[in-house]
């Protein structure tokens, strides 16, 4: 313009789209074998949610921003592998429950109504009654080295190795076969057992007769209703044969 002598500066701006961050991705799916159980959203080693499993084993985690998201079952080893969310997109990780268990069963001979300690790595794990059957069993056990001991005596058995799904037994003895009794019951059944054993096995050695033969003809019959006659014969009659040879 040769009229007028105006100067002008222009500025150019370079305009920057908006960044739009996501967090519409969904990860969902099921664990069968686990309802009722604590579901964790992990991303990466951070929870970042958490929700109870519904009563069909499904769960829902939504308004997720992109990153690695895995889901693992709490008070389990299950976990998903990681899976990468762009912040719209849905996973769904499918996993199931296998729950192993171990179990230990046995038997208290005498021992109905009385208190079995279940311990591993002596720390008491759990208790339980001995049932009128004298059974009891502790289940649901953890991999461990585990002992059964009955409360009030030093009967204990030995240590069993659980790898969280096998089944051990355990059987254990009342000390003294039982409750307390009266005199005569016991003279009865404890000391002229005794005497009978002793008797016939001091008779052998003296006649020169073998061992085994005279625990064979070992007559105490009458005496078979005693708990744990069976276990306890033989180990009796043998014991005082020994005995009775070494006077």
């Known amino acids: 313009n040769t009229l007028f002598h105006h100067s002008f500066n222009v500025t150019f701006v370079k305009a920057q789209a908006a960044v739009v961050v996501y967090r519409d991705s969904v990860v969902y799916g099921v664990v069968r074998g686990a309802a ?3 579901v964790t959203l992990l991303r990466g080693s951070e929870a970042v949610a958490q929700q109870p499993l519904a009563a069909d084993g499904t769960f829902r985690f939504a308004d997720l921003a992109a990153g690695d998201y895995a889901v693992a079952v709490e008070g389990t080893p299950l976990r998903s592998a990681p899976t990468t969310m762009d912040g719209q997109r849905q996973a769904r990780p499918d996993l199931e429950l296998i729950l192993t268990e171990s179990v230990i069963t046995g038997r208290v001979r005498n021992g109905a109504d009385r208190t079995v300690q279940l311990t591993r790595d002596a720390a008491e794990v759990a208790t339980a009654t001995v049932a009128s059957d004298e059974s009891y069993r502790f289940g649901g056990l953890a991999a461990g080295v585990y002992r059964v001991a009955l409360v009030g005596t030093q009967a204990v058995s030995d240590a069993m190795t659980l790898d969280g799904a096998n089944t051990a ?15 005569a019951k016991a003279q009865k059944e404890t000391r002229d057992y005794l005497l009978r054993v002793r008797n016939h096995m001091k008779k052998a050695v003296d006649a020169g007769v073998d061992m085994q033969v005279a625990i064979t003809t070992l007559d105490d019959s009458d005496f078979a209703y005693l708990p744990v006659y069976p276990e306890l014969r033989g180990p009796n009659a043998n014991r005082t044969y020994l005995e009775v040879e070494a006077e």
């Open 169 to 183: 037994t355990a059987d254990l003895v009342v000390p003294g076969h039982g409750a307390p009794t009266p005199l």
């Open 36 to 38: 009722g159980r604590t």
